[in-house]
């Protein structure tokens, strides 16, 4: 899809990344959440079948991938940075973008306060509605982290097998003892 525009020499592009532990989480609920899991929903099944299957983790570390080895073409900025730091985050992309000089740092500022993580909940509780039904509600949505509890002993040794060597890549972790 982007290919072509990858040779072009004014192209670049933001990839942001989030630790895959907490990705296969926010896909589970995504998946119930969106009805395409019917019958009785075990969360632990899903999360399982998605640790598994080509289509979610192992397909999405490989295009991960494919977007790292693009050099100086891509600022690779994870999740986890912009939650910790929104404005410092939008600042290093806006120069990356080669447009600082058109953008007032007091606007970033003033958007970042102004559209909080608060209003970002508050959107989700609709979009959600499918879980509070089958009482699947989480309360860590959005933050760093949630697969420590979220992830059985099961699937984190599933998971280690699968992606223990990307997240040792990615620098969530130094081995595989977590």
């Known amino acids: 899809m982007f290919e072509p525009l990858l040779e072009q ?30 019958g009785n929903v075990d969360f632990e099944a899903v999360l399982q079948k ?7 983790l192992t397909e999405h570390i490989s295009r991960a991938r494919e977007w790292f080895s693009l050099g100086d073409k891509v600022l690779s900025v994870s999740f986890e940075e912009m939650k910790e ?21 007091n606007a970033i500022n003033s958007a970042v306060s102004e559209y909080s993580d608060l209003q970002y909940a508050g959107s989700l509780d609709v979009k959600e509605a499918r879980l509070y039904k089958l009482k699947l ?22 998971f280690k097998k699968i992606a223990g060597d990307y ?12």
């Open 9 to 38: 020499p004014d192209y670049r592009f933001i990839y942001q990344y989030r630790d895959p532990r907490d990705s296969v989480i926010s896909w589970a609920y995504n998946e119930i959440s969106e009805g395409n899991v019917k």
């Open 50 to 56: 998605i640790i598994i299957s080509r289509h979610h």
């Open 85 to 105: 730091n929104k404005a410092k985050v939008i600042k290093i992309i806006i120069r990356f973008l080669g447009i600082s000089e058109l953008i007032d740092v």
């Open 137 to 158: 509600v989480r309360c860590e949505r959005g933050v760093s982290r949630a697969w420590v509890s979220g992830l059985t002993p099961v699937n984190k040794l599933l």
């Open 167 to 178: 997240l040792i890549e990615l620098g969530y972790e130094k081995d595989f003892n977590w």
